[in-house]
């Protein structure tokens, strides 16, 4: 199906909202809910996540009920299949209706208010609905990959590692010359975000990117002064518990990213298409093999255990300073294992005692398998065993302590 057979609603008379992009004419109408089973979904639309409909029942299954998120403030509706609907007044209605009294709709932030998936980011100074986010198609993000970004974990409402994830993000922006941003300010926003999401109980990821603005595609810099575009957003996430547990597969990747990984850019075309293969194979992870020496992660870094010693290697330009890695070091050493700092050859690979891959997001995944060989006996080990409950005592579930 392609997206000219989505026959969405459309409006015929602008609603109050200056920056809404309902106020053009003729715009699609959107929808909501679309955890539940949707099956007109051919002609509904959620304004977040946009592709929502495809994932949605075939059209031929029974009569769908919407129901809303909230139920006290709303009327759940039978519709007629392959009807559109939207929300009025937090009510659902048939569009037809909507095409008579779309004046008066209040705004897309009522239509984001009852959107089980709606969330709110902060976007140039503002804290807007994801989909009100307007990014210009002359962003030197979208051109050119010209930004950098971070993601920060957060703990129950603690952002953890956050000054560190900052610093480096400050060095990104310095080492692309990306000026005119104190990376700072960020932790503040980074905490209203959530809180503003609710988020304060929950495990959450927060995603800062910062890029060079939007100027008409030139090779050169923009004038000084050109405005930065700043996006920031939290959402809940759920770790890898499984794979931290009892292990996770990893393939061999040869290394084809550029010279200077050791900067967190958004230009991560040849880290996705790893890890693409590594899920296709099967496989967590990808690790990158480059020079015959191994590197890193497609979005993870990678320790080595050889005879009880911790095996590191150096923070070259080919590695990002993981600031998980840099955790899990400081833990080792106060656990008195033993640490050492060395290239390690591709080769070396299965003569390791236990390898380990480590990320904000993934915390310590133990790799039992590369490329389907075993690891030693393909068992965790128990220096990562050690490890992993170290971290967890940091980060544990009531109490964040600082190693610093
Ligand atoms: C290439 C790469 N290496 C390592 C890491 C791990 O870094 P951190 O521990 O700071 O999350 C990431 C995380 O995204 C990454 O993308």
């Known amino acids: 199906m392609s997206d000219k057979t989505i026959p969405t609603a459309v409006l015929k008379s602008p609603i109050t909202s200056s920056q809404s992009p309902l106020s053009q004419p003729e715009q699609h109408v959107a929808i909501i809910d679309h955890n539940r089973c949707l099956s007109a979904s051919r002609l509904l639309r959620c304004p977040t996540c946009l592709n929502s409909w495809r994932r949605c029942a075939e059209p031929g299954a029974a009569s769908p009920l919407y129901p809303l998120p909230n139920r006290s403030q709303s009327k759940t509706l039978a519709l007629k299949k392959a009807h559109p609907v939207i929300i009025h007044n937090r009510e659902l209605l048939p569009s037809s209706f909507l095409r008579s009294s779309v004046s008066s709709v209040t705004s897309w932030k009522d239509f984001g208010m009852l959107c089980p998936t709606s969330m709110i980011v902060y976007y140039n100074g503002q804290y807007l609905q994801k989909f009100e986010v307007a990014i210009s198609p ?101 770790p890898p518990v499984e794979q931290q547990q009892n292990g996770a597969a990893a393939i061999l990747e040869p290394d084809q990213r550029w010279s200077r990984c050791n900067i967190k850019t958004i230009g991560l075309l040849p880290n996705t298409l790893a890890h693409q293969r590594a899920r296709e194979a099967g496989a967590f992870e990808a690790i990158f093999s480059g020079d015959g020496l191994l590197q890193e992660g497609s979005h993870s870094s990678i320790l080595f255990v050889e005879k009880d010693v911790l095996i590191c290697p150096p923070l070259t330009n080919r590695i990002l300073p993981s600031i998980t890695r840099s955790v899990v070091i400081d833990l080792a050493l106060a656990e008195s294992i033993e640490v050492d700092t060395r290239s390690c050859r591709e080769g070396e690979l299965f003569e390791f005692d236990e390898v380990m891959m480590l990320s904000t997001s993934a915390e310590i995944v133990p790799i039992t398998s590369v490329n389907g060989r075993k690891i030693r006996q393909g068992y965790v080990g128990p220096v990562t065993r050690r490890l992993q409950t170290a971290f967890r005592r940091v980060i544990g579930p009531n109490e964040i302590k600082n190693l610093d």
Do not use: M, W
């Open 138 to 238: 002359d962003d030197r993000g979208f051109l050119f990959a010209d930004g950098v970004y971070d993601v920060i974990r957060s703990y129950r409402s603690k952002l953890f590692k956050c000054v560190e994830h900052l610093e480096r993000l400050a060095h990104g922006l310095k080492a692309l010359r990306i000026e005119g941003l104190d990376t700072r300010s960020l932790e503040q926003i980074s905490h209203q975000l959530i809180r503003n999401n609710k988020l304060e109980e929950a495990d959450a990821l927060v995603y800062l990117q910062v890029t060079r603005g939007a100027a008409p595609r030139s090779h050169q810099f923009p004038p000084s002064g050109t405005p930065l575009t700043v996006y920031v957003e939290a959402k809940a996430f759920s």
